[in-house]
């Protein structure tokens, strides 16, 4: 009986000394991600300013080029 109690305990020990580990893994896992989004988006947001800026640069000159 006092091997089982004793196999038990360090079980449990061991189970809740890894539980800790996995959290900031799956943390820095989901930093990683939040990073990765973040980053596409802040791309793609310059994309599109800088083809609405070449967009309306473009319409102003056929404008202008008709007026004249």
């Given at each position: 009986m006092k091997k089982l109690l004793l196999?038990?305990?360090i079980g449990s020990f061991a189970a809740c000394n890894s539980s800790s580990s996995t959290e900031s893994?799956?943390?820095s896992t989901v930093k990683a991600a939040t990073d990765s989004v973040t980053a596409v988006?802040?791309?793609a947001k310059a994309t599109i300013d800088s083809a609405a800026t070449a967009a309306k640069d473009?319409?102003?000159a056929k404008v202008d080029s008709v007026k004249k």
């Open positions: 196999v038990l305990a893994k799956v943390d988006v802040d791309s473009s319409l102003k």
